[in-house]
C-alpha cells in the first residue's frame, strides 16, 4: 500500500532550479574561488587578485584583468545556461576552462553578488543579485577587467552553509585551488589575500613568469611546489599515438608520507582523476616503499576530441577516450625516468 501523499508535477522556478544546480556546481568556497579564477583565466587575465574572508563564506572577491563583460552581455552573464565560449554545436572542441554558463548563475542563487566589469572602449557597469533575484545594469567605475564580489555564500540555502569545515579549512581549500591554477597558468601572476578586521594578510602570491614555455614551467613549479621539490625533481618528455606528457616528477628520495604534492593537469585543467593517480603509482612502484608518495607535477595535452571534460558539474574528472594509452604513457614515461635517474647518480657516486 503506497501512502504517500499525491502532488500533481509541477515545473520548477528558475531560482529553485538554480539553487538546486548551484548545489552541484559550488560545493564549497574553494569551488566558487575555483570558478571565478577560471572565468578570469578564460578572459585572458594576466594579473588576478583574490581576496577571501572568514575561508569564502564571508567573502570572495576577484579582480582580474581580462576581457571585461559587454554592457549588453551582462544580464546574460548571470542566466543559467549562457555562455560566450561555445557555441553549443561541437561539445568535443574545448579550449576554455568554462563552457556550461553555470557558474555566474549558480553562484548569484546561492550568495549576494555584485559584478562590475569594462571591456575596451566602453564605460564600466556593475550588476547585482541576491538569491537569485538579478538586479538591473548600472553605470560603474572601473579602468580595466572585472571585479567579481560574492558574500555571505549558501546564505539562500543554510543546509549547504552548515556542511562548512573550519574557516581554516575553507582557506586552505582556496589556497589549494588557486596554487593548482597558477601552476596551469605559469604565464599569469596570482595572489591571495585572507582579509580580517580590515587587515589583508598575503596567503600566496607569484608573478607573472619570464622565459619560453618550459623556463616558465620550471619557474612556476618552483615558486609553488618549493625549491626543494623542483631540484629533486626529472624532467618528463614523452609521447604516444598523439598524447604528449610533460612535467617534473621528484626522484624518488624525494616522497612524501601522504598524497598531497601530486598535481594533474589535462590539457591544461587542473584535474583529480583516479586513472592518471593510478599510474602515476604505477610508475613509482619498484621504487618507493609502502606509504609512501610520490611529488609530481604531470601535464597531459591530447587532442580535443581524445578526452571529454563534460564528465562532472566541477569538471574535476575526465574521461579518456583511449584510457590505456593514457595510463601506458604516464607509467613508461615515469619508469623511464627514473630508471635513467637511477642510473646518473650512481655514476656520479662511483666516478
Ligand atoms: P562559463 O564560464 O561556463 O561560460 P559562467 O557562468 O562562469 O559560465 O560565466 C558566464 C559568462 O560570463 C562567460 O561565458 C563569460 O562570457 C562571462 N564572464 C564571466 N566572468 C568573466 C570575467 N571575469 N571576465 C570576462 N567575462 C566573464
Ligand atoms: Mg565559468
Redesign the pocket.
Given at each position: 500500500k503506497i501512502d504517500a501523499p499525491r502532488s500533481r508535477i509541477r515545473q520548477l522556478g528558475e531560482t529553485a532550479i538554480n539553487r538546486i544546480a548551484a548545489g552541484e556546481v559550488v560545493e564549497r568556497p574553494a569551488s566558487a574561488v575555483k570558478?571565478?579564477v577560471?572565468?578570469?583565466l578564460?578572459?585572458g587575465?594576466r594579473r588576478i587578485e583574490v581576496t577571501i574572508a572568514g575561508g569564502g563564506a564571508g567573502l570572495i572577491r576577484?579582480v582580474?584583468d581580462?576581457?571585461?563583460?559587454s554592457a549588453e552581455?551582462l544580464p546574460l552573464?548571470l542566466a543559467r545556461h549562457?555562455?560566450?565560449?561555445i557555441d553549443g554545436t561541437n561539445l568535443t572542441d574545448i579550449h576554455?576552462?568554462?563552457?556550461?554558463?553555470?557558474?555566474?548563475?549558480s553562484l548569484a542563487a546561492v550568495g549576494r553578488l555584485s559584478l562590475t566589469?569594462r571591456t575596451e572602449g566602453e564605460e564600466a557597469v556593475c550588476i547585482s543579485a541576491e538569491g537569485g533575484r538579478i538586479g538591473p545594469v548600472k553605470p560603474a567605475a572601473l579602468r580595466r577587467?572585472?571585479i567579481?564580489e560574492l558574500r555571505d555564500l549558501f546564505y539562500a540555502t543554510p543546509a549547504r552553509l552548515k556542511f562548512l569545515r573550519s574557516e581554516r579549512a575553507e582557506a586552505q581549500a582556496v589556497g589549494d585551488v588557486i596554487r593548482r591554477l597558477a601552476m596551469a597558468e605559469p604565464g599569469v601572476a596570482f595572489r591571495l589575500c585572507d582579509a580580517r578586521d580590515g587587515d589583508e594578510r598575503v596567503i600566496f602570491r607569484v608573478e607573472a613568469e619570464q622565459g619560453d614555455l618550459f623556463d616558465a614551467l620550471h619557474a612556476r613549479l618552483a615558486a609553488v611546489m618549493g625549491r626543494d621539490f623542483a631540484e629533486n625533481a626529472i624532467d618528463l618528455d614523452a609521447e604516444r599515438e598523439g598524447l604528449h606528457l610533460t612535467g617534473l616528477a621528484a626522484l624518488p628520495t624525494y616522497s612524501r608520507g601522504s598524497a598531497t604534492h601530486q598535481y594533474l593537469f589535462v590539457n591544461n585543467r587542473p584535474v583529480r582523476d583516479k586513472l592518471l593517480i593510478g599510474a602515476l603509482r604505477a610508475g613509482y612502484a619498484d621504487c618507493l616503499a609502502p606509504g609512501r608518495y610520490p611529488a609530481a607535477a604531470l601535464y597531459l595535452a591530447c587532442p580535443a576530441e581524445a578526452v571529454d571534460v563534460n564528465v562532472h558539474p566541477a569538471k574535476a574528472e575526465v574521461r579518456f577516450r583511449e584510457p590505456g594509452v593514457a595510463r601506458g604513457l604516464v607509467v613508461s614515461a615515469l619508469r623511464h625516468a627514473l630508471a635513467g635517474a637511477g642510473h646518473r647518480s650512481s655514476r656520479t657516486l662511483t666516478s
Amino acid at each position: 500500500k503506497i501512502d504517500a501523499p499525491r502532488s500533481r508535477i509541477r515545473q520548477l522556478g528558475e531560482t529553485a532550479i538554480n539553487r538546486i544546480a548551484a548545489g552541484e556546481v559550488v560545493e564549497r568556497p574553494a569551488s566558487a574561488v575555483k570558478e571565478l579564477v577560471e572565468n578570469a583565466l578564460d578572459a585572458g587575465a594576466r594579473r588576478i587578485e583574490v581576496t577571501i574572508a572568514g575561508g569564502g563564506a564571508g567573502l570572495i572577491r576577484v579582480v582580474d584583468d581580462g576581457s571585461g563583460i559587454s554592457a549588453e552581455d551582462l544580464p546574460l552573464a548571470l542566466a543559467r545556461h549562457a555562455t560566450s565560449k561555445i557555441d553549443g554545436t561541437n561539445l568535443t572542441d574545448i579550449h576554455s576552462f568554462g563552457f556550461r554558463g553555470e557558474a555566474l548563475a549558480s553562484l548569484a542563487a546561492v550568495g549576494r553578488l555584485s559584478l562590475t566589469t569594462r571591456t575596451e572602449g566602453e564605460e564600466a557597469v556593475c550588476i547585482s543579485a541576491e538569491g537569485g533575484r538579478i538586479g538591473p545594469v548600472k553605470p560603474a567605475a572601473l579602468r580595466r577587467g572585472t571585479i567579481v564580489e560574492l558574500r555571505d555564500l549558501f546564505y539562500a540555502t543554510p543546509a549547504r552553509l552548515k556542511f562548512l569545515r573550519s574557516e581554516r579549512a575553507e582557506a586552505q581549500a582556496v589556497g589549494d585551488v588557486i596554487r593548482r591554477l597558477a601552476m596551469a597558468e605559469p604565464g599569469v601572476a596570482f595572489r591571495l589575500c585572507d582579509a580580517r578586521d580590515g587587515d589583508e594578510r598575503v596567503i600566496f602570491r607569484v608573478e607573472a613568469e619570464q622565459g619560453d614555455l618550459f623556463d616558465a614551467l620550471h619557474a612556476r613549479l618552483a615558486a609553488v611546489m618549493g625549491r626543494d621539490f623542483a631540484e629533486n625533481a626529472i624532467d618528463l618528455d614523452a609521447e604516444r599515438e598523439g598524447l604528449h606528457l610533460t612535467g617534473l616528477a621528484a626522484l624518488p628520495t624525494y616522497s612524501r608520507g601522504s598524497a598531497t604534492h601530486q598535481y594533474l593537469f589535462v590539457n591544461n585543467r587542473p584535474v583529480r582523476d583516479k586513472l592518471l593517480i593510478g599510474a602515476l603509482r604505477a610508475g613509482y612502484a619498484d621504487c618507493l616503499a609502502p606509504g609512501r608518495y610520490p611529488a609530481a607535477a604531470l601535464y597531459l595535452a591530447c587532442p580535443a576530441e581524445a578526452v571529454d571534460v563534460n564528465v562532472h558539474p566541477a569538471k574535476a574528472e575526465v574521461r579518456f577516450r583511449e584510457p590505456g594509452v593514457a595510463r601506458g604513457l604516464v607509467v613508461s614515461a615515469l619508469r623511464h625516468a627514473l630508471a635513467g635517474a637511477g642510473h646518473r647518480s650512481s655514476r656520479t657516486l662511483t666516478s
